[in-house]
């Protein structure tokens, strides 16, 4: 079992920058490709980034790529979702996740999450 729990968000502007952390306990963080969902209000939940275990390798949306960036700090048991340059459809409940394999997109491969945190950017 891994615990995830996420913080970090909250309401911006557009432009601004927002960074969530995740962090987990339970088993050993390292053996988990860690990743970042999102849902807005009536989509369905969308895969933003991933990174894999030991941080070497990543992968994104392409709506994301040259303004969000995923690290992990597999000492701190923790990864981060760094969000630069946000816009309004942005807005959307953010959710953590891991997985044994950070390239799954479909948010059905991945089996622990944690409870989601709100991120709101207004224009």
């Known amino acids: 079992q891994v615990q995830l729990v996420e913080s970090g968000g909250g309401l911006v502007q557009a432009g601004g920058s927002l960074r969530l952390s995740c962090a987990a306990s339970?088993?050993?963080?390292?053996?988990?490709?860690m990743g970042w969902f999102r849902q807005a209000p009536g989509k369905e939940r969308e895969f933003v980034t991933a990174i894999s275990r030991s941080g070497g390798n990543r992968n994104y949306v392409d709506s994301v790529i040259g303004r969000f960036t995923i690290s992990r700090d597999n000492a701190k048991n923790t990864v981060y979702l760094q969000m630069n340059s946000l816009k309004p459809e942005d807005t959307a409940v953010y959710y953590c996740a891991a997985s044994p394999d950070y390239s799954r997109r479909d948010y059905r491969g991945w089996g622990y999450w944690g409870q989601g945190i709100q991120v709101t950017v207004s224009s």
């Open positions: 339970g088993r050993t963080f390292s053996s988990f490709a």
